[in-house]
């Protein structure tokens, strides 16, 4: 049940030569969630990890990109690289994709990312289908957000992209 979070803060604190206490004192929480941590049994919250990952010398982006990507059912993290190269290829192949303009109604921004030729083939589906419309009522910044983060990493399929509009709205909440 590793995890690849879990490896980084075991062998951090084994660096430090810090027991789980003394590493969990260090970033106000207890030894045995740096047990949880290691071990994969929990993830730490996003600004936990931030704080972890910057003593780790792990820059932000790729911090961000290894939490959302352990959020993620095993089958959809192979989704999200964290190879650079890789990265800037798949946003050089989707970045023709339009802006979604900011003080846009949502049901604008719909009609808007519809009318994209280049915009994914799954945010597509997932913004056609106007039972899941009616059940997410995606606001305009949602749209946007799946339109200029997950879009970059390619079409993916409807269930990808709303499990990407649930992951935004974690985000937003936290």
């Not at 106000?28 to 600004?47: H, M, R, T």
């Not at 190879?83 to 970045?95: L, M, Q, R």
């Not at 946007?144 to 499990?163: A, M, P």
Request: hydrophobic residues 35%.
């Amino acid at each position: 049940m590793k995890s690849e979070i879990g490896t980084l803060v075991g062998k951090s604190r084994q660096k430090f030569e810090l027991t789980q206490d003394q590493f969990g004192r260090k970033y106000n929480v207890s030894g045995p969630a740096i047990f949880k941590f290691e071990k994969g049994y929990v993830k730490p919250s996003l600004d936990l990890w931030l704080l972890m990952a910057k003593d780790m010398e792990v820059d932000e982006q790729t911090a961000v990109l290894m939490w959302v990507r352990s959020k993620l059912p095993r089958k959809y993290q192979s989704f999200i690289s964290l190879d650079t190269p890789a990265v800037s290829e798949t946003a050089k192949a989707y970045g023709r994709t339009k802006k979604v303009p900011k003080e846009a109604e949502p049901e604008d921004a719909r009609k808007h990312v519809l009318a994209d030729r280049a915009a994914p083939k799954g945010l597509k589906r997932l913004l056609k289908d106007e039972d899941l419309w009616a059940l997410y009522k995606p606001q305009t910044h949602e749209i946007s957000i799946l339109v200029n983060t997950f879009g970059q990493l390619g079409d993916g399929s409807k269930s990808s992209y709303r499990e990407a509009l649930r992951l935004i709205r974690e985000f937003s909440c936290t």
